[in-house]
C-alpha cells in the first residue's frame, strides 16, 4: 500500500533516524520531513538519503497553524508521525513558555490540519504521536512505568508533554481521530545533540574537558538506542491498536555515573589512553531544580504484542555511538560551535 507521511522533527536527533528507517525500507512511500530547523534541527543528520527520490523536505515551525495545514493541503498524508518538540529538561527551566507553544500547541495544530484533510474518513489513516516516560514522574528504588502509570511531571518539558498526550487522547475520544502513543526512554546513539549526557561527554572526553555531573550521579534512567526506537516507532505505526500507547525502554537501568565511568572506560580504550584517564575529567555540578530520581520502563507490551526488542545491549550501542562521534567530528565540532556553546558556558558554569 502506498502512503504518504509526514514526520514531524525530521532533522532532529531521533526524528532524522525514523525518516531514514521509513525512506529506506518504504522506497513507494512518499516520506515528507517537517522541521523547522531550530538549533537542534539538521539536515547534515540526513545527508545519506535526502537525493532519494521518496524523500521531501518543508522548512515549517508547527506552531504556525495556517503554515502546518498549507503543507498539509499539499501533500495530503495518509500519516503523520509527531516527533518535533522541545525537548531538554534544563532549557524548559530557563524559557517554559517555548515548550507549551510547540509542545502543545504545536501538537494540537497538527491535529486540527489533520481532522481538516482526512474530513472524518480515517480508514487508512494514522496519527502517531512520540512522547517521553517523564510524563509519569519518578520512581523510588523499585518499580517499572507502564502504559497505565498515571501521569505525574514535575518539570516544564514532561508537563508539556503530558498535555501534548492529553491532547492527542482527547481527539481520538472525541472526534474518533485514529491515533497511537509511544512513551520512550532516554535515547541515546549517533547524531545525538551534544546538550544531552551521553554526546556531551564524549565531546568533552575528545578534548579533555570536565565531564559535569548532576548531583551525586545517582540518577538513574534506562537507555534506548535510537536505532531501535525508531524500529518501534515502525512497528507501532504500522501494526498498533488504535488508541493504544506503548512503552518504549531499552530494559537496562544505569546510574548516571556508572554510565559516564564506563563512557570514560570504552573511550581510554579507543583513544589509546591509560586506563583511568578520562574518568579523571568527572567534575560533579550544582543539581537542577525538579531533577528526579528515576525512570524506568516496563516495555513488555509492545515485546509480547508487536515482537519489539531491543537489538543491541547498551554496551554495545555506547560503544557503536563512540564510534559514530569519533568518526565524525566533523559534524560534532559544527554543531558545538557558536549559540551551543554559549549555552554550554552558561548552563554548566
Keep these: 500500500m502506498q502512503q504518504t507521511i509526514i514526520i514531524t522533527g525530521g532533522a532532529g536527533f531521533i526524528g532524522s533516524h525514523v525518516v531514514r528507517?521509513?525512506?529506506?525500507?518504504?522506497?513507494?512511500?512518499?516520506?515528507?520531513?517537517?522541521?523547522?530547523?531550530?538549533?537542534?534541527g539538521n539536515l547534515e543528520n540526513l545527508k545519506d538519503i535526502d537525493q532519494l527520490p521518496n524523500y521531501y523536505f518543508e522548512k515549517t515551525d508547527i506552531c504556525d497553524a495556517a503554515a502546518v495545514l498549507e503543507v498539509f493541503k499539499k501533500y495530503q498524508p495518509t500519516g503523520v508521525i509527531h516527533l518535533a518538540a522541545e525537548s531538554h529538561v534544563d532549557r524548559s527551566i530557563t524559557d517554559p513558555s517555548a515548550f507549551v507553544m510547540t509542545n502543545v500547541i504545536g501538537t494540537v495544530n497538527l491535529l486540527n490540519a489533520s481532522r481538516e484533510i482526512w474530513k472524518d474518513h480515517f480508514e487508512g489513516k494514522r496519527f502517531h504521536h512520540v512522547s517521553t516516560d517523564e510524563v509519569f514522574g519518578a520512581l523510588g528504588s523499585e518499580g517499572f512505568f507502564t502504559e497505565d502509570t498515571k501521569y505525574d511531571p514535575h518539570s516544564p518539558y514532561s508537563a508539556s508533554k503530558a498535555a501534548s498526550d492529553h491532547f492527542v487522547r482527547a481527539y481520538h475520544d472525541t472526534y474518533g481521530l485514529p491515533v497511537v502513543l509511544t512513551n520512550c526512554s532516554n535515547n541515546y546513539g549517533p547524531n545525538h545533540f551534544p546538550e544531552k549526557l551521553i554526546p556531551l561527554c564524549i565531546h568533552n572526553i575528545i578534548n579533555k574537558k570536565p565531564l559535569p555531573i548532576y548531583g551525586d550521579g545517582k540518577y538513574t534512567r534506562d537507555w534506548l538506542f535510537v536505532i531501535d526506537h525508531a524500529k518501534a516507532i515502525d512497528l507501532v505505526f504500522h501494526k498498533g491498536k488504535n488508541g493504544d500507547s506503548y512503552n518504549v525502554g531499552g530494559f537496562n537501568e544505569w546510574q548516571n555515573i556508572d554510565l559516564v565511568k564506563e563512557l570514560c572506560k570504552q573511550m581510554d580504550a579507543k583513544l589509546g589512553r591509560e586506563p583511568g584517564t578520562s574518568a579523571q575529567l568527572i567534575t560533579f555540578v550544582k543539581d537542577r531544580p525538579g531533577h528526579d530520581l528515576r525512570y524506568a520502563i516496563d516495555a513488555h507490551k509492545i515485546n509480547q504484542e508487536l515482537g519489539w526488542y531491543p537489538s543491541v545491549t547498551f554496551e554495545q550501542g555506547l560503544s557503536k555511538t563512540i564510534d559514530w562521534f569519533m568518526d565524525n567530528q566533523e559534524w560534532l565540532n559544527n554543531v558545538t560551535s557558536g549559540d551551543y556553546q554559549k549555552y554550554y558556558e552558561v548552563q554548566y558554569k
Excluded at 518504504?26 to 516520506?31: L, M
Design 21 to 40: 528507517e521509513f525512506v529506506t525500507k518504504y522506497p513507494e512511500y512518499t516520506i515528507v520531513n517537517l522541521d523547522a530547523l531550530t538549533y537542534a
